[in-house]
């Protein structure tokens, strides 16, 4: 018997996720020496190209849109291992052709295992699956199947619960590797450590101490050349539904009793599970949107849209570690900074002895997770200014993973992603119930354009003034430390 084989098909290879992250990742992958060498890649699309044009198609992109350039060796050797298979997704005769070209590829290596990346628009989700059931490439016969489906996984509720439903006609849940990039993101996964992994934060960690949280995901970029899809989608869909609830979740789960797939993920489900609901009338009190002001104007954008491209709310987390204690998230488009924090800020000591300073005088004790960029976390407190009787001044306790860990750099998100994926651990990928909780909770947001318009903001600002009176009713405001003010 010969040795196994795997064949990633990434469906959409002509396309820009292909393009600026997959190949890339897996370029890189096998640079460290971590994709095994009988793992091949065939790309898929429309388009009719030879193997060699796809090759050279991949490395003009890699020039483009990577710091890879210049290593023309390695990629020659990383190259032979692409293919390229023409194929329309809603025809099956092409699928049909595809496992023609597929097993010969594998010849009688066994096992033959395949891993089908949907890397196309969410459209195309459905007949892709139904197609690849119908032609039997899903089928477990010779080695594993899997698939992995970027985001959007739908677009509300009803039509999640759709996909789900029929994604399981064809794939077990455990044969599906529903994707959210931040996830994959060093930082990101850096937070189920700082908080397991370590005994001071834990005891800590819950509505005894917590005041409230914050989680902040901006962004400088404008839309850009993306606007059609994003008039449609808008930031709830776009940002909300995905990333921000995933890092709530982390940030709020309870500790796992293991490390693998199905404990992390219930955990992460119980979070969702317990955020308290909005109805659609009461959204305004609890949550406020934006458009940067421009918006408008922008190429593919309705002249009269009212499509969010901002927004910040808070919610709440209904069960014994976190009742009452607010969590405000946002995100947002054209904003003063890139930067993505997550705020643990504490409440005040009870009581002050010096002179006759009260503890709200004081600014409480901050936690900060730094995503990105400036990876890192710190924590803000109180220090006596020498010198000056007892002035008390806010420090930082730093810790950046640049100077921390200068000789390795942070991986992107997609390369251990995929590594994942390859290696069947689906704990950094969603599974069905969480992401139709998801959609549960973004739902009375959905419509929101009925209720009342979005707040204009000023490009390069922190947002909507709304966004600062929804903290400022709750007697709060933001706080950054890594990204700005
Ligand atoms: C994507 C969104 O999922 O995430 C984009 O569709 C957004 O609109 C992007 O810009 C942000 O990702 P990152 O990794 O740059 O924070």
Redo the contacts with the bound molecule.
Sequence with gaps: MSEGTTTIVIFGASGDLAKRKLVPALFTLAAKNRLDANVRIVGASRSTMSDDQFRESMWDALQEFSDLKNRRHDWDRFARRLHYIPADISNPEHFLNMKEHLEELEGDARPANRLFYLSIAPSLYLPAILNLGATDLALEDTGWRRVVIE?PFGWNLESAQALNREVHQVFKEEQVYRID??LG?ESVQNLLVLRFANAIFEPVWNRNYVDNIQIT?A?S?DVAD?AAY?DESGVVR??VQ??LLQLLAMVAMEPPSAADAESLRSKKVDVLKAIRRWETDNVSNHAIRGQYEGYLDEKGVDPGSLTGTYVAMRLYVDNWRWRDVPFYLRTG?AMANKT?EIIVQFQSPPHLMFYDRKPDDLSPNVLSVCL?PNEGTHLRFQSKVPDQGMAMQPVDMEFSYETAFRDQSIPE?YELLLEDALQGDASLFIRSDHIEEAWRIVEPLLNWHEIRPPYQYDRGSWGPKAADWLLAQDGRSWVLVCGGS
Excluded: F, L, T, W
């Design positions: 985001k990039h931040y993101k995901v962004e970029v993306r994003y776009d940002m995905n990333h488009k993505s990105q998100a």
